[in-house]
């Protein structure tokens, strides 16, 4: 049926060429899986955490009031819109009456932001707390935790090999004492309508490429071995 289906709707080329040879390399790649270096990310954990923990004492204490949680957005609404008296930016021009939610989204707090600058005024303070401890937070629970978590293969600790090059770089060198696992995602092409791959499990493609902590994220990951590299490529919007 699938067969019959293919040459009435014109994609046997498709599927021949393409889509076929592509699963082939996608089933060879979730098999092999990515490597990437545990002790980097236990650091970087350590790191956001006590970053993280820094915000939310700052945080309280701008809001005088030990229980304050940053995750909590009615609670950031109230500080913000109720005890702090800032403009949310759904009403700025709006009548009376028409009173929208007040969004404390990262669009929402970043037009007050903007509209601080706007007047000439300094930025809100407890507003560039709540910003970056979105981001860092966001990246420790979605890769500087669960990564080491969803390593199913622990590859044996590499040794020192004998040199087939004359020169290696510094980074390798130090590889040689640290442990490597391996986390094997799920490529897939058929989950997104307009054909593109997509990732989970985890979502790789989706590594934060901005600021310390995300370039820290992207140096963990190892290729197999020396005389090897990590090739990233982008269809550039093409599909």
Known sequence: MIDRQLDQR???????????????ILSAM??????????????????LETRIGELAAEAKN????????????????????????????????????KTKSRSTSEESLKMIQSDAKRKGQQPHRIVEIILEFRSLNKTLTTYARPLPLLARDMSATTTTRKKK?????????????????????N?????????????RKPNIQQVPTEGAFG?????????????MCLFACDYSQNE
Not at 10 to 16: N, P, W
Not at 166 to 182: G, L, P, T, V
Request: glycine share 6%.
């Open 62 to 97: 701008l809001a005088r009031d030990n229980t304050f949680l940053l995750s909590s957005p009615q609670q950031v609404a109230k500080l913000l819109y109720d005890i702090m008296q800032i403009t949310p930016p759904e009403l700025q021009g709006v009548s009376k009456g």
């Open 215 to 227: 370039t820290n994220i992207r140096d963990s990951f190892r290729a197999s071995s020396a005389e």
């Open 30 to 47: 979730e098999t092999t899986g990515i490597g990437f270096v545990t002790e980097h990310l236990i650091a970087l954990q350590q790191k």
């Open 187 to 199: 490529w897939m092409q058929t989950a997104v309508r307009t054909g593109r791959l997509s990732c």
């Open 165 to 185: 090059r004359s020169k290696r770089s510094k980074k390798q060198s130090a590889d040689s004492s640290q442990s490597i696992q391996r986390i094997h995602p």
């Open 10 to 24: 014109g994609l046997r080329a498709a599927y021949d060429d393409i889509e076929g040879p592509t699963t082939t």
